[in-house]
């Protein structure tokens, strides 16, 4: 009986360690993509990339990018990974605007997505779409955004802070709790 019991642990101790492995191994596949391709990149950690502080939620994701960012300022971008996937930090303001701007036709894919019928507003933002349906939300808001609208609208937007920044501060005067 003592046999089989030993025989029982060696297996399941092998078992867990060829599971860990190949977990392992499964999720650093990618970790020499950018290397590969010459690129300056930060150094992932296993199973989590570059996002391990935001998994145990040490930090918000928008404050790990930006120490990336910080961390690689001497760089046009930098190669990043999200757990096992590569993605690519753009520091450098002529590359934002060629690839919002004149190159966004390759760039119509992205990374988040939201199911349109559980949230159907945020769903349906042009950050949160793919494929066609992105092609046509930028199509139609293209023309709205034109420069000389944005700067008309500025004044509407300025006008409605300064609305909200009073208000805010009326409430706080007041006690008001949020």
């Not at 009986?1 to 078992?15: H, K, N, P, T, V």
């Not at 349109?116 to 779409?129: A, N, Q, S, T």
């Not at 008309?152 to 409605?160: E, G, N, P, Q, S």
């Amino acid at each position: 009986m003592a046999l089989i019991l030993e025989f029982f642990s060696l297996f399941l101790f092998s078992s867990l360690t060829a599971i860990f492995i190949g977990l392992y191994f499964y999720f650093t596949r990618n970790f020499k993509f950018w290397q590969k391709l010459g690129i300056p990149y930060a150094t992932p950690k296993p199973f989590f990339g570059n996002l391990k502080d935001c998994v145990f939620q040490k930090v918000s994701l928008g404050k790990n990018l930006q120490q990336i960012y910080e961390d690689h300022s001497d760089k046009p971008y930098v190669g990043i990974f999200s757990f096992d996937k590569p993605s690519l930090l753009i520091r450098d303001v002529e590359l934002v605007k060629n690839i919002l701007v004149k190159e966004s036709q390759i760039f119509i894919d992205h990374m988040m997505t939201v199911n349109v019928e559980l949230d159907p507003v945020f769903g349906r933002g042009l950050f949160m779409l793919k494929g066609q349906m992105w092609r046509q939300v930028r199509t139609s808001l293209t023309p709205v955004l034109t420069l000389g609208k944005v700067k008309m609208m500025f004044h509407l937007v300025d006008i409605c802070g300064k609305e909200l920044s009073d208000y805010l501060d009326k409430a706080i005067a007041e006690g008001k709790q949020f």
